[in-house]
């Protein structure tokens, strides 16, 4: 019984951080939002893409390729992430 609340309740903070992650993102004004965004929830593939999108956009590489990377972890084959590579090594 203590090792399912164990499970239960490490399920529940890392709904917690995933929801205060959305929370953040949703209300995200700056390129520093994403990034608080990203490091309440480091898996979510998709504001990962997103950061490294803006990042590369507003030219810096270095900024955007953290969060490549954890593409890359998460989500191997994402096309996405790929593309988003391509565009660092080619641009800015």
């Known amino acids: ?12 903070v890392l709904a917690g951080f995933r929801l205060a992650s959305f929370l953040v993102s949703a209300r995200a004004r700056s ?4 990034e608080r965004a990203a490091q309440l929830d480091p898996g979510d593939v ?3 893409l997103s950061a490294a999108e803006h990042w590369i956009s507003a ?17 191997p ?12 090594r080619a641009g800015p």
């Open 1 to 12: 019984m203590s090792t399912l609340a164990a499970v239960l309740a490490v399920a529940a």
């Open 31 to 34: 390129l520093d939002d994403l």
């Open 46 to 48: 998709a504001l990962r």
């Open 59 to 75: 030219g810096h590489c270095d900024r955007a390729r953290p969060h490549l990377e954890a593409v890359k972890r998460f989500s």
């Open 77 to 88: 084959a994402s096309p996405f992430g790929v593309e988003l590579g391509t565009r660092c």
